[in-house]
């Protein structure tokens, strides 16, 4: 349920109670009501949460918050049959935060709300360290056994199941191998893998060719 959704909930639980012969003070409305204007779009469920993380400010006026959260109990209980599960348990939760609350007054707990989320610094990322001797020590096996079908894929099943070489590493190989610059780790694999195929292929079309002259 969203908080504008809520709203409309809200006041025609006040327009209701009006028509009862009880005298109650809805004053919370004044001051809840923007509250949910403000996040016309966020769910009920997120406001709870939001409201449950905030900080209780002590006011020195009475509060009507506490009255907000009767209001909201009696609201869950009275659609404990009429209304979806889901739409009755964010009205809970939303009490439950709200409860924490009852000291503040709802303009300092309007007011917190609104505050800029100061985003926390994220971590630069660390670049990956590539061993040089690891990458020369596979590149160079490579062209040893480039055009040699058993050494190559030999060679090919060690880097591809060596699990301590990283992603900059392979990549390294493979541009030492094959002179591209592969990003990925299944890029540099199949950078490598491609030109021992073209060698091969490119042999047994020299094979056929000179077969057909002989013949």
Not at 18 to 42: G, I, K
Not at 76 to 98: G, W
Not at 190 to 200: D, T
Request: charged share 25%; proline share 5%.
């Amino acid at each position: 349920m969203k908080c504008s959704e809520l709203k409309s909930l809200l006041k025609r639980g006040i327009d209701f109670r009006s028509r009862t012969p009880l005298s109650v003070d809805d004053a919370w409305a004044h001051d809840f009501f923007p509250l949910l204007e403000s996040f016309p779009n966020h769910t009920v469920k997120i406001l709870a949460k939001t409201i449950g993380v905030a900080s209780p400010k002590i006011s020195s006026e009475p509060s009507p918050i506490a009255d907000l959260c009767a209001f909201l109990n009696a609201l869950a209980s009275l659609l404990d049959e009429h209304a979806k599960a889901s739409t009755i348990e964010e009205i809970r939760q939303l009490e439950c935060s709200l409860r924490r609350h009852t000291q503040s007054s709802l303009a300092d707990l309007s007011a917190e709300l609104s505050k800029p989320k100061i985003a926390k610094p994220s971590k630069p990322k660390q670049s990956a360290v590539i061993r040089d001797e690891i990458v020369l020590k596979y590149s160079r096996r490579l062209e040893e056994a480039l055009g040699d079908e058993e050494g190559f894929n030999a060679i090919y099943a060690a880097i591809e199941s060596d699990k301590e070489l990283n992603a900059a590493e392979i990549s390294a190989i493979a541009k030492k191998f094959t002179s591209a610059s592969p990003k990925s780790r299944p890029a540099a694999l199949k950078k490598i893998l491609a030109r021992h195929q073209a060698i091969m292929t490119s042999r047994a079309k020299s094979a056929a060719t000179a077969g057909r002259i002989a013949g």
